[in-house]
């Protein structure tokens, strides 16, 4: 069993995400995502799908980065 780095539970079914050298411990695609996932810049919610980028900042839809100045960016039709 391994202890979850986001609630440390200690579970049996844990698993490991790895990226750029580093690795971490989780029980649950929910701890995962919320120690992870990038947040909206705008609203702070975490972007679990593509979000949109503008100037190198990561929003998690068009109408967070237009409040936040980037008119050019719309969702698909």
Known sequence: MAICETCGNDYARSFTV???GDSWTF?????AASKLA???AHCGC???GHGVEATGTVY???SCARMA?????????
Do not use: K
Request: hydrophobic share 25%; glycine share 4%; aromatic share 0%.
């Open 46 to 48: 975490r972007i679990l």
């Open 69 to 77: 100045g980037h008119n050019e960016l719309v969702d698909s039709a």
């Open 38 to 40: 990038p947040s909206c």
């Open 27 to 31: 029980d649950s695609i929910e701890c």
């Open 18 to 20: 790895s990226r750029n």
């Open 60 to 62: 998690c839809c068009a």
